[in-house]
């Protein structure tokens, strides 16, 4: 009769304490979210996204290849058949000068000197802003000290240009401070801080024949200094 009970119990707790089982997964419900992946061959592969976590693999569905439709995609570049091209002269050029033709070097902006054969917009505006800090050219030969150029451009360009002397700005020697002066091209840190003691000593400098007298400045660096200091 005990063996009898207990069986008894056995078969009612498995009937009434048993979990369900669930259906398989091929007869679930998914979320509408799906992703869908189609490659030039016959098969589309059908990611589906359940709200619950399953470790199956994806569903494998049969398409034939004519349902293959690839994505469309946007270029920024077109392909060379429908690419539109500019046409070249539509660029507003530069017209240069013509033989006979001059300008003033020390007075022209870089709009003029690109007027000039051989010379760019890089040129002039390298020829523009050493001409600033130099305080303007006296002399031709000082566009061979411009960065980049060349003899042949150099041969090139000087029949278009003429040089007016008193439009150079000129530096008050007994003036600026010590990185005012050595920021000119043509005096460095030494001639610069040996004019400082000497202004501090004496007051002034009142004239250039004061720095021939000293071992920094060389008759050289003297005369191509001399148009551009001011006492």
């Not at 048993?18 to 509408?32: N, R, S, V, W």
């Not at 189609?38 to 494998?60: D, F, H, M, R, W």
């Not at 090139?156 to 700005?169: L, R």
């Amino acid at each position: 009769m005990v063996l009898l009970v207990f069986i008894g119990g056995i078969l009612l707790g498995k009937y009434f304490f048993t979990p369900e089982i669930p259906e398989p997964l091929a007869e679930q419900e998914f979320a509408e979210d799906t992703l869908i992946v189609q490659t030039p061959g016959s098969i589309t592969t059908e990611y589906n996204t359940p709200a619950y976590v399953s470790n199956k693999l994806p569903v494998i569905k049969q398409t034939k290849e004519a349902d293959f439709k690839p994505e469309k995609r946007r270029y920024y570049v077109h392909a060379k058949d429908t690419l539109v091209r500019p046409v070249r002269n539509d660029y507003p050029r530069t017209k240069k000068m013509e033989a006979g033709e001059v300008i003033e070097l020390n007075s022209a902006d870089t709009t003029e000197l690109k007027k000039i054969p051989g010379i760019g917009s890089g040129y002039a505006r390298r020829i523009v802003n050493y001409r600033n800090i130099l305080g303007g050219f006296y002399r031709m030969e000082q566009l061979q000290e411009v960065y980049g150029m060349h003899e042949e451009l150099y041969e090139m360009i000087i029949p278009f240009i003429k040089i007016e002397t008193d439009k150079i700005n000129k530096i008050s020697i007994n003036t600026l401070s010590l990185d005012q002066l050595r920021a000119h091209p043509y005096i460095n840190f030494y001639q610069a801080k040996i004019i400082i003691d000497i202004r501090k000593r004496n007051g002034r400098l009142r004239n250039i024949d004061e720095l021939k007298l000293l071992e920094e400045f060389t008759e050289e660096d003297l005369l191509r200094l001399a148009p551009y200091l001011f006492f």
